[in-house]
């Protein structure tokens, strides 16, 4: 209770023993077992006065290699591995017992060919049983009988480097089905989500919530105190459960960790860059959140709560990587670095992609079946009917996304780009044949329309947008060709003004002009053939 890190830490495993490992313990004189010498100290004493110790030493080393090979004579189960593992200990514990109470009767080189050979037979079977194991569990349970087996037999001086060797390769295969484990999960959460932020209905469902997700402690407090329950969070389910089994993988994962890691430094690695919790953040969450965002037609609304999620998973590495850092290794300290982060980053911009990808896409389809007039008989006089529906679509979807400011002014820079690139392309494209002059004032009418939109919803500054289109138009509307084609006066006040788009629009003016009945627009049409010969000798 006074360390909150040992809560990770197992009933009788690694830390226990040692906590326990100063309390004086007789393991051949206890409550459970009495094991008595005497006998074997007699035989020596007896052998030894008839000058036959030698053969008592080669007969006692036989025996001793018999009874070490049945230990493990038939095929391991691992569900006895503890009491094999207790009997192996008892077997060598007394090994040590007698080569340090006996003068020359054993030879420590007779000793370690017995632990050697035991060893080979154990590392063997362990491997073996748990070559088509798929329960991480099982690993784990046969690495805390392993390190007690360590931790035990290693203070009695026995090299146990082949046992810290295979408790390694269990960990890796731990590691592996860990995170097949948890890819699964992980890829479930992220397929049911419905992209719609969590409700906590009570404020002990609200404080269970924000316990659970990986959050600065700055955003726990903002949101506790924000909220009357019951409340809507900002991030989605995916956020929450992800942060949960984050957690669940962490801990599992120094479960395995716990007591290893002072004997192989390189573990912690394992949960750096390019380890198994990088690999199930970015494939298996951020990948996957992609991938869905690619795939099926979701609303603006939805990616905008895509982009949020999002953004709270890349806050959440931070916190992640500071609690595996104050559980990593003491003998290693220093930090540890996520490389899931940025690939957070990339995928919050893919969502703000997607977002402009699909105002792009309405504004097109308004404009496609927008009934436009591109020679009408006059001007109109108010904004045309599929300019307003398209604005107020605009900036009603915009402003009420659930974004952050700067997105949303990315968002609308980008729509009204496009909505002023299609009028620029409607004007100098190929697109429209012929216009007028009356649809080129209709035009500036829907673009006063759009400004004055821009300013209701805070955005004024975008009106700065449309200056090359209004700065074209003005041309031939105030009949300023012949001051357009002066250099100075061109730099000075036409310089956004290419010549080649003022050449494509009098064209299309010209266009119209020539092929009309009125004789006064024929004129029109010939002096704007004239101008646009003119104009395009300079652009070539």
């Not at 407090?221 to 993988?249: G, H, K, M, V, W």
């Not at 980053?345 to 436009?372: C, G, H, M, P, Y």
């Not at 190929?430 to 805070?458: H, K, M, P, W, Y």
């Not at 000075?492 to 003004?497: D, Q």
Request: proline share 3%; hydrophobic share 35%.
């Amino acid at each position: 209770e006074k360390e909150p890190q040992l809560k990770l830490c197992r009933l009788g495993g690694a830390v226990e023993l040692i906590t326990y490992e100063k309390v004086e313990y007789d393991v051949f004189d206890n409550d459970k077992l009495k094991v008595d010498f005497k006998p074997l100290y007699q035989s020596i004493l007896i052998y030894t006065a008839l000058d036959m110790l030698e053969e008592l030493q080669k007969s006692y080393q036989a025996d001793r290699k018999t009874q070490s090979t049945l230990i493990l004579s038939s095929q391991l189960s691992l569900q006895s591995l503890p009491d094999l593992i207790e009997e192996i200990t008892g077997f060598f514990i007394a090994e040590t017992h007698v080569l340090q109470n006996t003068r020359g009767f054993r030879s420590q080189r007779e000793v370690d060919e017995l632990w050697e050979g035991i060893l080979e037979r154990l590392n063997s079977s362990v491997a073996t049983e748990l070559g088509t194991e798929s329960d991480p569990e099982v690993f784990l349970k046969v690495k805390e009988s392993l390190l007690a087996f360590t931790m035990t037999i290693e203070g009695y001086g026995y090299d146990c480097h082949r046992l810290h060797d295979l408790i390694l390769l269990l960990f890796g295969n731990y590691a592996t089905l860990l995170e097949r484990q948890y890819s699964s999960t992980f890829d479930k959460i992220v397929k049911e989500d419905d992209t719609s932020p969590i409700r906590a209905e009570t404020k002990e469902s609200l404080r269970a919530i924000l316990d659970s997700c990986w959050l600065p402690q700055s955003s726990v407090s903002t949101l506790s105190n924000s909220a009357d329950c019951p409340c809507t969070l900002p991030f989605s389910q995916t956020f929450y459960e992800c942060c949960i089994n984050i957690r669940s993988f962490v801990q599992k994962f120094y479960q395995f960790v716990e007591g290893v890691a002072q004997h192989h430094k390189d573990i912690d690695e394992l949960l750096g860059t390019a380890s198994s919790l990088d690999r199930l953040m970015t494939r298996h969450i951020s990948d996957k959140i992609v991938a869905k965002l690619k795939e099926s037609q979701q609303g603006l609304s939805q990616i905008a709560q895509i982009v949020t999620t999002l953004e709270y998973l890349e806050t959440a590495c931070g916190e992640i990587e500071q609690n595996l850092a104050s559980l990593r290794s003491t003998q290693r300290g220093g930090s540890i670095r996520l490389g899931s982060r940025p690939a957070f980053t990339e995928a919050i911009q893919l969502a703000l992609n997607r977002i402009n990808e699909v105002l792009s896409s309405k504004l097109e389809s308004n404009f496609e079946a927008s009934d436009f007039e591109w020679t009408p008989d006059r001007s109109s006089g108010g904004p045309s009917l599929y300019n307003i529906q398209m604005i107020m679509w605009l900036t009603t979807n915009i402003d009420s996304m659930s974004l952050q400011d700067v997105y949303k002014n990315a968002a609308y820079t980008g729509a009204i780009q496009y909505i002023s690139d299609t009028l620029m392309e409607n004007l100098t494209g190929n697109s429209i044949q012929q216009l007028n002059e009356a649809a080129l004032t209709n035009i500036l009418v829907d673009v006063d329309f759009i400004d004055q939109s821009l300013r209701d919803c805070g955005q004024p500054h975008l009106s700065s947008i449309f200056d090359p289109l209004r700065l074209l138009v003005s041309v031939p509307l105030n009949n300023n060709v012949q001051e357009y084609l002066n250099p100075s006066a061109r730099q000075a006040s036409y310089a956004s003004v290419r010549p080649a788009d003022l050449t494509v629009l009098l064209e299309k003016l010209a266009r119209y002009g020539v092929n009309s009945r009125n004789k006064a627009e024929r004129d029109r049409g010939e002096r704007r053939r004239a101008e646009a010969a003119a104009v395009a000798r300079i652009a070539a």
